[in-house]
């Protein structure tokens, strides 16, 4: 069976709009170096292309995480599958993730992350669902608020597909 899948948000308007939080992200961490965490693997594209974009000093690094259970747990345990290769000790940490669903997996990896004393911790999203939060996290840069259905692209897959789409699409008949 083949998938449908259709356009969201358009190629034009992902780039646009993050160039336009590139140039944010500049302005606020002037005269200082940002530390950038990406979330694997969704938040791969998003971050290089944010990055791009930045003109303050950029690090890197990269992290995995995995939630237990599926969907219909509310265990809200999450595992590092991949930590972090270097100290955040002292650092203008900003999280690049993909997506903010539930809200679970950031909720615990700010407080983590937070344990570990950077000097600075925010957080920054390509895509948030509001409507579907379950913990409260304070999000600092959204890329776009999307109403709650399953999109893929730009990083964001379905069982492992479509994340290289350089646009954000639905999948039609996925629930
Ligand atoms: P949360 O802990 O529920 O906020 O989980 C967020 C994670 O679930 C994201 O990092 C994605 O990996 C995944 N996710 C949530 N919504 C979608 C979606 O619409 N498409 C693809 N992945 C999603
Ligand atoms: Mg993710």
Redesign the pocket.
């Known amino acids: 069976m083949s998938e449908k899948i259709s356009v969201l948000v358009s190629e034009k308007e992902v780039d646009e709009r993050i160039e336009a939080m590139g140039k944010q992200i500049s302005k606020d961490y002037e005269g200082r170096q940002v530390h950038l965490i990406c979330?694997l693997k969704?938040g791969a594209f998003f971050m290089c292309e944010l990055a791009k974009r930045i003109t303050v000093p950029v690090s890197l690094d990269f992290m995995s995480v995995s939630?237990y259970g599926d969907g219909t747990s509310s265990s809200g345990v999450v595992r590092i599958a991949k930590d972090l290769d270097e100290s955040i000790e002292g650092k203008d940490v900003l999280i690049v993730?993909?997506?903010?669903?539930?809200?679970?997996?950031?909720y615990y990896l700010m407080d983590t992350l937070r344990q570990r004393h950077p000097k600075s911790l925010h957080l920054c999203t390509l895509l948030d669902?509001p409507e579907?939060r379950e913990k409260e996290v304070r999000v600092d840069y959204v890329g776009f608020e999307i109403p709650d259905?399953?999109?893929?692209g730009y990083g964001?897959?379905?069982a492992q597909k479509y994340r290289n789409l350089p646009y954000i699409g639905v999948v039609e008949g996925v629930e």
């Open positions: 979330i969704g939630s993730e993909d997506i903010i669903d539930s809200g679970r997996t950031l669902k579907r259905e399953f999109v893929v964001l897959d379905y």
